[in-house]
């Protein structure tokens, strides 16, 4: 591209930027009155939320050749939904991703998800995870709802201690740490409980696999205003057209039928400077100049796919350091409603994380009549209840029910359901999680560019968002805008990569 290319290119960029789509459509017209056009093809592999966002991106810088290539038949990614439910009782409920974590505080940053949702008219309900709570153990019911909000004053101090550490430069180490350091060491059934609620029931892993300084950064972020968060506000999508809605009528804005390949399985990307060939499981071939790849860190550490060549070290030592981790609902519908009225319900197991969280879809604002309860497990308890048979897991359920409820004949449940993230090949689990022994470094390895032609995106490359749908939102953006200009100045080295990620003090033996 020339200069003078570039130049106008750019001044048309900066005095449409704002109108937003309107940049878009205005740099496609002014490319026919003889503005150059960037010639080089894109395949993004992987058409969920960073896929379709680095894609409206590549639109909105004028570049038009690419293609989605997706496994599923549909967009999303894991924004996919399952109707559950006796004959004449059915309702759509949400695999995956259910809440907008974090809306907007006043006129704070917005959540782009929250903008989507709005956009579009995605139906929403705040969900009261704090206020609407009912407890139990395995006598019944019992209120600990002191210990309840003791724990969550414990996860606020667990999160000001990190940021502490980050001040004085002092190395990251696990939240169990950085829990005992605070003073607060769980000791019954209660009180693990509670910490699961604040801790594992986001993360999807316990203390002592998750990182005390990203773990509360990935908090505030978020949810802390004062740190440039959203706000605490969890907006629940209760939409019987799925919370998927909000990305797919997105696409559907300015994705041409041409630009997307469904049923369309990777199993090989060839790579080398000079462009990308990816290998479909049908035996297809499909060539590009670059490649966006915005599979899962665990569809990465699978081996799902195999890159030719072998990814080199420092990528594989990114990919393979984080953690792909599991949560999952298990969905229960009743004829007659026996449970709690609360949004909300705690059971403290003698087993910590044992079917812990339960949720009460069966209220006025959520799905009245519906007579749905879901549970949440996490962690190495969801990577148990995959092995086990769906009968199996509904036996331990209403085990657990009978428990909650010792006067309640418990009933069948008239429906029963619950997703396998763990062992589904295109995930390999729900969202990423960052151990203590994972630093920066390795982060900006996971999102480096290989030879100049692969690029990555997804919710794990997000530094302060990784694992929630507004992180792989800002990484399409973000990777398809970098991707874009590296495109319009004839090719570039992109994300840059750390060679090795070294210990600054040494270990002396
Ligand atoms: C159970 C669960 C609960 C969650 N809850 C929330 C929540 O409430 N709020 C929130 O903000 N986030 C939540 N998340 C996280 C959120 O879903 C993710 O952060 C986000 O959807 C990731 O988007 P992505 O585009 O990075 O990846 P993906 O959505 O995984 O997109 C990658 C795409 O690649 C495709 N693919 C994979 N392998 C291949 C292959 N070999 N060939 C072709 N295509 C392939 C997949 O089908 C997929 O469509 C949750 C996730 C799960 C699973």
């Known amino acids: 591209m020339s200069l003078r290319g570039l130049l106008s290119w750019c001044s048309i960029g900066t005095l449409l930027l704002q109108n937003g789509h309107v940049y878009a459509r205005s740099v496609l017209a002014d490319r026919a009155v003889g503005v150059p056009v960037a010639n080089a093809s894109v395949l993004i592999l992987g058409g969920g939320v960073a896929g379709v966002i680095a894609a409206r991106t590549l639109y909105e810088q004028g570049i038009t050749d690419f293609m989605i290539v997706e496994a599923r038949d549909e967009l999303g990614g894991r924004l996919q939904t399952e109707t559950i439910g006796a004959p004449g009782n059915e309702w759509v409920v949400e695999r995956g991703p259910n809440w907008v974590q974090g809306t907007q505080t006043g006129n704070g940053p917005e959540n782009p998800i929250w903008a989507l949702v709005k956009k579009h008219g995605v139906k929403t309900q705040y969900n009261d995870w704090y206020d609407s709570m009912t407890t139990y153990d395995e006598s019944g019911y019992v209120n600990y709802t002191d210990t309840f909000n003791e724990s969550g004053d414990g996860y606020d101090t667990l999160t000001v201690a990190a940021g502490a550490r980050v001040a004085k430069k002092l190395v990251d180490m696990t939240a169990r740490t950085g829990y005992s350091l605070i003073g607060a060491k769980p000791q019954t059934p209660a009180d693990k409980a509670c910490e699961y609620y ?97 599979f899962s860190v665990g569809v990465l550490q699978n081996d799902d796919v195999t890159f030719d060549p072998p990814l080199p070290a420092w990528k594989q030592e990114a990919i393979q350091g984080i953690v792909m981790a599991t949560y999952t609902k298990i969905f229960l519908q009743f004829e007659e409603d026996f449970w709690f009225d609360t949004q909300m319900g705690l059971y403290a197991d003698t087993t910590r994380g044992r079917y812990p969280v339960w949720q009460n879809m069966n209220l006025t604002d959520f799905f009245p009549g519906s007579g749905v309860v879901f549970v949440t497990v996490t962690g190495e308890y969801s990577v148990r209840v995959e092995a086990l048979s769906d009968e199996e897991v509904k036996e331990e359920v209403l085990g657990v029910l009978k428990l909650m409820y010792p006067n309640v004949t418990i009933p069948e449940p008239t429906a029963f359901y619950f997703p396998r993230w763990h062992t589904n090949p295109l995930f390999r689990g729900s969202y990423s999680n960052w151990p203590s022994s994972f630093f920066n470094g390795h982060h900006e390895n996971l999102r480096a560019t290989v030879n100049q032609r692969l690029w990555f995106a997804g919710e794990a ?3 302060k968002y990784f694992g929630f749908l507004h992180g792989a939102y800002f990484e399409g953006l973000d990777v398809g805008t970098t991707l874009a200009n590296c495109i319009w100045a004839g090719g570039c080295a992109g994300m840059a990569h750390v060679p090795e990620v070294t210990n600054a003090y040494p270990y002396k033996v």
């Open 198 to 294: 604040q801790f594992d029931w986001e993360y999807a892993q316990t203390p002592e696999e998750s990182s005390w300084i990203a773990s509360s950064w990935g908090n505030n972020f978020t949810y802390d205003p004062d740190d440039g968060g959203f706000g605490d506000d969890n907006q629940m999508s209760i939409d019987q057209r799925g919370f998927k809605y909000f990305i797919q009528a997105e696409a559907a804005e300015f994705l041409q039928p041409e630009q997307v390949k469904y049923n369309a399985t990777v199993t090989k990307i060839a790579y080398s400077s000079d462009g990308v060939d990816v290998t479909l499981a049908s035996g297809e071939v499909l060539s590009a100049d670059y490649v966006l790849c915005t």
């Open 461 to 463: 490359t997000s530094l």
